[in-house]
């Protein structure tokens, strides 16, 4: 209500025509019902509830309430779709598409309980920052998303279906008010790499846990199965015609070494041999783990995620600045012997509390996998000007699918990681919250 008033003599200071504008506008609708089925109500404030037919206008502020037997699919003004299925009681509670600017958008969405999918549109992609699903525990923002989440007085649960997101238990430091992904040391990652996983929260004050496919007997899409109607999964990203070499991929070469007679290698440990001062040096290994910025860059700053991002790669982790990709395929984790990896590649900043990003360098690295228990740890320490040597440390299991799962980090850290398809080659990306500001990086390795 004190916003209205704040708006209302803004009104009045401007006149009357502001006054009919700021009503015209909050008028306008933001979807429409494009499917329905079953027992399906809208309200509006005090107004009563009515039932929702196929193309029914949708404003904001509307709450959306099914049956056990209704589902409702929405179709958004920025071509975004919303499927809420059988026993939900969704709310829209605030979305802004401001189509000459889209970065201008704002979308927050409730799901006090029940199941609906979200499929980001124009708005949400153009303003990923300002995007946020709510449930009454937990806090989902996204990074261009289609994902399920179905929640309960006590459990959230969420499985990605293409693109990623980032789950944060709603507490003091992630507020059900604010916009956007929780960036706390209690946010997960959970991205379409994870196929069929999902992301379980319980309790505010600990992180969502991952529950893995052979596990997931209350998944989503298990618990409340969507309609044909709905949209195909896309289970990848689209071909993107690369603009040309990244600054990564200039530096590597192709690999001397296949990835069978490095996996072979893991068990053994054998030392590397030093080779003659006067032998070639040894090519650098190609890439099979990149990153990109998730906004667009000068020049000579990294290159963005879609610039890297071709129908041959997916895109696996993400943070509030990078997005991670690995090369497409099923995974293939060795389930036997103990790897050592080397760094191959970084990219890290300290960025300031007033938002100044200074150039970071990594010493110490060390990232080791134990294939046959599923784990890793890893260590490095982040040197800037303006910071005291900042180290990271993690340790957790690894999926089937390849993917780091941290279960202790330094303080305020978060880290997500990959392998590559074969297990050859790592990724993770990191950030910690520090006093003054924090650091955030991207790291690559390849095996010793």
Sequence with gaps: MSRFFLHGKRIVATGVLCLWSFFASAQEPIGTVSFVIGESVAKQGANAAHGLAKGDKI??????????????????????F???????????????YDTSNPKNSRIKFVLEQGTARSITGKAGEAAKEVYRLNTPLAAIGIRGTDFVVHAESDVTRVVVQSGAIVMSPINEECTSASFGPCNTATARVLT????????????????????????????????????????????????????????????????????KNQIDNFATQKPVE??????????????????????????????????????????????VMFGML?????????????????????????????????????????????FGNRRYETALTVNAKGISATEIRSAGAVSFQGIFMSETNSPDT?????????????????????ANGSVIGATRWITK
């Design 82 to 96: 919303v499927s809420i299925r059988p026993a939900s009681k969704f709310r829209i509670e605030e979305y802004r």
């Design 192 to 259: 379409a790499a994870m196929r069929d996983a999902y992301l379980e929260l319980r309790n505010r004050k600990e992180a969502p846990i991952l529950v893995p496919a052979e596990k997931s007997l209350s998944s989503p899409n298990l618990v409340a199965p969507p309609r044909p109607e709905e949209p195909i999964v896309d289970r990848g990203p689209k071909p993107v015609a690369l603009t040309g070499p990244t600054n990564q991929e200039v530096n590597q070469a192709v690999a001397t070494a296949t990835a």
């Design 326 to 370: 690995r090369e497409k395929g099923e995974a293939f984790v060795p389930n036997s012997g103990v790897a050592k990896f080397k760094l191959a590649d970084s990219e890290s900043y300290f960025v300031a509390a007033d938002k100044t990003m200074t150039t970071a360098a990594i010493t110490d690295p060390s990232l080791t996998v134990d």
């Design 414 to 434: 978060v880290l997500a990681g990959t392998l590559s398809t074969n297990g050859d080659q790592a990724g993770y990306l990191f950030q910690r919250t520090l």
């Design 274 to 319: 030093q080779k003659p001062a006067e032998t070639k040096p040894e090519p650098v290994v190609a890439a099979k783990i990149w990153w990109g910025r998730w906004e667009a860059n000068n020049p000579n700053e990294t290159p963005s995620i879609y610039s890297v991002l071709n129908g041959d790669r997916e895109i696996t982790m993400s943070n």
């Design 59 to 80: 404003n904001a502020g509307q709450i959306i309430e099914t049956g056990v037997n209704g589902h409702v699919h929405l179709k958004m003004i920025d071509g975004a």
